[in-house]
């Protein structure tokens, strides 16, 4: 499967534990994307990446937020303190990045639930 | 900062037509998209117009784009209970005329009844 992978599909943890999601794109695309998703909501921006610069992040992404991709391929975002209101589903997306319609189209991946207690 | 709007629910019948709209305020869109997604799956791109496109067809799809009021339909014919799902209707944020990230609206719901 050459989709993009997300990895674990579900966490459980307690409120101030620290978590750390992975995300694998489709090889070769250059551009990575990190968006939240609550219930009844649709996704939220967080971040994205071009190669290994993270070229944008969103007013949602606090200081307990971090994203990396070191080597350009794939990413992680990293929750420090966790909080109740952190509970959703963290969504991973991938593109080529190249100029015109296909190179914008962003392939999602199954996304990691986090649940919070 | 950018929106994007769309009606919560819609309800047809397996067979007719399903029409669902979505307005967005970013006057320097380029690209929007239609996503879709299946209870527990994950986001699936339907298809995407460029903006200084009116219409695509695509098999059963077809988009429409009035740019002038900044509205964006989708239409599934001939609707099966197999797209009874939620169709998120998404803007691509421009960025140095590539594209950044999505803004989504909060999806409608499409059910089919058979």
């Known amino acids: 499967d050459t989709g993009v992978s997300q990895n674990p599909r579900h966490k459980i943890t307690k409120r101030g534990q620290n978590v750390t999601f992975r995300c694998d794109p489709i090889?070769?695309?250059?551009?990575l994307y990190w968006y939240r998703q609550t219930l009844g909501q649709g996704p939220e921006f967080l971040t994205y990446?071009?190669?290994?610069?993270?070229?944008?992040k969103s007013r949602l992404l606090s200081d307990r937020f971090s994203a990396e991709r070191p080597k350009g391929s794939f990413s992680t975002l990293e929750i420090q303190r966790t909080e109740q209101g952190d509970s959703a589903m963290y969504l991973c997306?991938?593109?080529?990045?190249?100029?015109?319609?296909?190179?914008?189209?962003?392939?999602f991946g199954p996304g990691t639930r986090l649940t919070v207690l | 900062g950018e929106d994007v709007e769309q009606s919560l629910f819609l309800s047809v019948r397996e067979g007719d037509s399903s029409v669902i709209n979505c307005t967005y305020t970013d006057s320097s869109s380029t690209y929007l998209y239609w996503y879709k997604q299946e209870p527990g799956a994950g986001l699936q791109l339907l298809t995407y117009i460029f903006s200084n496109m009116d219409m695509k067809q695509d098999q059963r799809l077809t988009v429409l784009l009035n740019k002038k009021d900044k509205h964006l339909s989708l239409r599934i014919a001939d609707t099966q209970t197999g797209d009874s799902a939620i169709y998120f209707c998404a803007d691509g944020v421009e960025d140095g005329g590539s594209q950044g990230n999505l803004i989504f609206g909060k999806g409608t719901k499409l059910s089919v009844k058979p």
């Open positions: 090889s070769e695309h250059n551009r």
């Open positions: 997306a991938s593109s080529s990045g190249l100029a015109g319609g296909l190179g914008n189209e962003q392939f």
């Open positions: 990446f071009q190669n290994e610069a993270q070229l944008e």
